[in-house]
């Protein structure tokens, strides 16, 4: 099986195993929201009952209020009809139409009546509880008790006298019945067991009477309560409330259980992904330094075990310049020093590098200088880099040449000994971009990223690790980029290096 195959099939695999991870979020998510969405239902049927209940309430204490308005109604037209009676008895000229009268005065059973003069004097009472013996003169706290209603003239033969009344005990009774009727429905109606919010205000919806179910520290905040009052009203339909000759509305909301039962999937998808994110953080970063330990364990040994036949070399390139084969020993000293600087790379490799403010353009020169000197002739280098200048950037010299020496074997192999190889530089305000392109067999598509991977290569005694070193060299020592820019098979490739000022 090729390296490519390898990872043609963890990449399926990734994907089946993501698809099986989704299928089973998905569905959990789905069955507590099914589960959440049921309660919320239930949930919705209680405000709605609530809601229904309090409506009947509403509309049972508006007939009352009508009722005892019409009661009271009544109690005034009776009044009047007694200040008739009593007119018309004073001028009766029969004794049947003076019986009749009196019939209707002392009908009178519950309405508290006082006939006064000008003066406010007593001339009669009728159902009244004060002692009629000490009292001559409506004056006082009882002239204010029976002045809540407009007195009823009576002119009796030129005589203007006055009857004054007040409700009777029975609709006193009732009142004070409806009055605690008014109390208890507001006590239970901002004081729920379904946990709904409830605002009472005026008939201008502007100033509040009651709440219930709100936080009382907000209740304070004038703009917060004119806000919760919208919001209520886009919500449900606002409860008209007729009392005390004046329109109420009950308005309310959702419960805050409902409210978050609605947003619970939300924040449980929310927690699902925060914890698969943490989690492929924690295994990307142990897996990334598992890595750098790997890398930094082969490259030191790589370079301690060159150490030692470099030695030796050098000590026979010393005996064989002795021996005066002084260009034998010259050819011995290159390969000496190739090997020394491979041997540097990998000991940089193996340990953080340092970067140093480098002239890119010279570095450039110098790995092409070193590639062209063991390239064949069939491959034609064309470089164009800016002249009679410098670009400083920070830099790691060893390691940037060994990028551009993989990039240009790899692009050597790709066209098989034979083709041009580009070099372009440009530079902005704050980077600097090289372009290095081939006329060899090109890449798919689908390789881009993958050719970057440990081991992947199209040669057969490749080991697959130059462009994984290239793109560790730029994308974490340098804080750069490195990636395929373009590609066509049998035309060529672009790779593209982007590095930080």
Not at 410 to 417: F, K, L, S
Request: net charge neutral; hydrophobic share 40%.
């Amino acid at each position: 099986m090729s390296i490519f195959d390898f990872y043609s099939k963890k990449h399926r695999w990734k994907w089946v195993l993501f698809t099986i991870f989704v299928a089973i979020v998905s569905t959990s998510v789905w069955y507590t929201n099914s589960i959440v969405s049921k309660i919320a239902r239930d949930e919705k049927k209680n405000i709605t009952l609530w809601a229904d209940a309090i409506n009947r309430r509403a509309e049972l204490v508006n007939y009352t209020e009508q009722f005892f308005l019409r009661i009271q109604q009544e109690e005034r037209r009776r009044v009047e009809l007694l200040a008739e009676a009593t007119k018309r008895a004073v001028n009766a000229e029969t004794n049947e139409e003076l019986t009749f009268y009196s019939n209707i005065m002392q009908n009178n059973k519950t309405i508290p009546v006082v006939q006064t003069d000008r003066n406010h004097k007593i001339l009669g009472v009728r159902n009244v509880d004060f002692n009629v013996d000490s009292v001559t003169y409506l004056r006082g706290d009882l002239l204010e008790e029976f002045n809540v209603y407009e007195p009823v003239k009576v002119d009796a033969g030129g005589t203007i006298n006055y009857l004054y009344y007040k409700e009777s005990k029975v609709y006193s009774e009732l009142r004070s019945y409806l009055d605690e009727l008014i109390r208890d429905f507001f006590s239970e109606t901002v004081i729920n067991s379904a946990s709904v919010p409830v605002i009472i205000t005026d008939s201008s919806m502007s100033r509040v009477i009651a709440h219930g179910n709100i936080p009382y520290s907000l209740t304070s905040d004038s703009v917060y309560m004119s806000e919760m009052i919208m919001d209520m009203r886009s919500q449900n339909t606002p409860i008209e409330l007729e009392l005390e000759h004046s329109t109420n509305y009950i308005l309310y909301k959702d419960s805050l259980i409902l409210t978050q039962l609605q947003i619970y999937p939300i924040i449980q998808l929310g927690i699902i992904a925060l914890f698969i994110f943490i989690s492929y953080l924690i295994f990307s970063t142990s897996r990334r330094s598992e890595q750098n330990q790997v890398w930094a364990g082969m490259a030191k040994e790589t370079a301690h075990q060159l150490g030692t036949p470099l030695s030796s070399i050098m000590a026979w390139s010393e005996l064989l310049r002795l021996k005066g084969e002084d260009e034998v020993a010259a050819e011995l000293d290159k390969d000496v020093h190739r090997l020394e600087t491979i041997a540097q790379r990998f000991s940089k490799i193996g340990s953080e590098p340092t970067l140093k403010q480098e002239d890119i353009i010279a570095a450039v020169d110098n790995a092409i200088l070193y590639l062209r000197g063991r390239s064949s002739k069939k491959v034609q280098y064309h470089i164009h880099l800016p002249k009679d200048r410098k670009i400083f950037i920070p830099l790691n010299i060893p390691l940037f040449e060994w990028v551009i020496e993989n990039l240009c074997k790899n692009a050597i192999d790709a066209m098989e000994g034979a083709g041009d190889i580009s070099i372009n530089l440009e530079e902005t305000e704050d980077q600097v971009m090289i372009d290095i392109s081939d006329t060899g067999k090109g890449i798919s598509k689908a390789s881009f990223k993958s050719i970057f991977n440990p081991g992947v290569t199209s040669k057969s005694r490749g080991w697959g690790l130059g462009l994984t070193l290239a793109r560790r060299i730029i994308n974490e020592y340098h804080k750069g980029k490195i990636f395929v820019k373009s590609s066509a098979i049998d035309k060529g490739t672009t790779f593209r290096i982007i590095l930080k000022k």
